[in-house]
């Protein structure tokens, strides 16, 4: 050839392509499972806290409005901790050592509340598990995206949110039967595990460049690519891409290749929350119970949670077949339509039944009486599933597309030398956003009804559906490296340095 091609250039033979996924899977459920505690410890005050409002309580422990707000809330604020500790904990000890670090807030929180005797316990103990949510959460998309090829990144990528929703079921069906002191004590289970696993995972290769580890590098791929991959071309890869990048600096992330992605990310987190899932599912039950559904509350959370499960398998199955874009459309307007149908359900209230006419006759029919007050009593079964259906709708939204590729894509388009701090940044917006709504949520509950929520709700689902038609790019089948070079050239994602440049596929 006349012209040198560079590594970039080259597209890898046969032999070179020949990825053995088996550890790559292990490496991500050991990470993951830091997602199931995340999910299980999020919604642990659905079940919990009908027991302490009841008339039943421990006089110790029982909670009027306020207390309870701050019980359901305070998790959040503990997970906008948590991503702060992660903004640095991200650069300081690395993706996988900031993992395994939120296993000491989340089993201190756990034997709080388990063996809790005061009020304080509680709230203490709630906070310190949403300290680790926020570790993890800020954490683990990023070690997964960074450890996974493009082939399965979407798939990959989905998978803190189908660990967090199988969390979330596991809760709502063990709070049918489990004591909740128990289900604090389980809750600890999945994060000794995760411990002992990820000791034996290897760090991301894309830190391990970043830091001069070559050597250590080479072998953490190839240890997550098989041993007849051929590291050298994804290797330099990742390689041109920190030289391009080097340091960058306060004054440097005000730039369009920088400032664009970390908008785009915060940006979703933000709309995410405003969504209203998360106080949707810690405040579950009650919800149920207000909205009159004709099934007992804790029931309905396990079906809810069942088909949150379900819809994020779907997704997860459709992310790198249908495209992010596709999706979250179509996550913006299921939302949309049962958020809507909630609002206008929530704000019709039947009319009080008036006085009754005078009877002027003494043949009245008996069996047309019955024969109304039974069609009366089946309309009105009828009704009350329409909140657990359009519930279940909402959720099955979110979980298509707002819930996991959020995640996805924030490990996707922030670049690799602000990965870090940026998404600590994301997570402790996500959270300081769900933090004020679900605390102003019971509040605006007991005053106007669920009527108000739903309508922001909504509102809030067509701003979804608007962002992602003017901001959010399609990241399906492209490398870390392409995303990064979309921002930093401007609409493009070609990475060669040749003039003979070719699209990636």
Known sequence: MDEETSLLDRRPTSSESRINNSKLFLAVFSAVLGNFS?????????????????????????????????????YTLGAAA?????????????????????????????MLMGGAVDL???????????????????????????????????????????????????????????????????????????????????SS????????????????????????????????????????????????LATPVYRRPIIISVAMRFLQQMTGITPILVYLEPIFSQSKVSLEPRYDAAIVGAVRLFSVAVAASLMDKAGRKALLYTSSLLMFLSSLTLTIISHTTPCPPGPAPPNHTTNWDYSSQNAIGNTLDASNQTAGLIPLISTMVFIFGY?????????????????????????????????????????????LVDRYGLYVPYLCFTVICVLCLLFNAVCIPETRGRSLEEIENYFRTGRTFTINRSNSTAQSS
């Open 38 to 74: 995340f999910g299980y410890s999020l919604v642990y005050s659905s079940p919990v806290l009908p027991k302490f409002k009841g008339p039943d309580a421990d006089p110790r422990l029982k909670m009027d409005t306020e207390q309870a707000a701050w019980f359901g809330s305070i």
């Open 82 to 110: 948590g991503g702060l500790g992660a903004m640095l904990l991200n650069d300081l000890i690395g993706r996988k050592l900031s993992i395994m670090m939120s296993a000491v807030p989340l089993t201190i929180g756990y």
């Open 120 to 202: 304080w316990m509680l709230h203490v103990g709630r906070f310190l598990t949403g300290v680790a949510g926020g570790m993890t959460a800020a954490s683990i998309p990023v070690y997964i995206a960074e450890i996974s090829h493009k082939a399965v990144r979407g798939a990959m990528g989905s998978c803190p949110q189908i660990t967090a929703v199988s969390g979330a079921l596991t809760l709502y069906a063990m709070g049918l039967v489990v004591p909740w002191r128990w289900l604090a004590v389980a809750g600890e289970v999945p994060a000794v595990l995760m411990v002992v696993l990820l000791a034996f995972m290897p």
């Open 205 to 252: 290769p894309r830190r391990l460049l970043s830091l001069g580890r070559e050597q250590q590098a080479e072998r953490a791929l190839r240890w997550l690519r098989g041993k007849h991959y051929n590291t050298n071309i994804e290797l330099s890869a990742i390689q041109h891409s920190i030289n391009t990048q080097g340091k960058v600096t306060w004054s440097q």
């Open 399 to 443: 979980a298509l597309g707002w819930g996991p590729i959020t995640w996805l894509l924030m490990s996707e388009v922030l670049p690799l030398v602000a990965r870090g701090v940026a998404s600590g940044l994301c997570v402790t917006v996500s959270w300081l956003t769900a933090f004020m709504l679900t605390h102003a949520f019971t509040h």
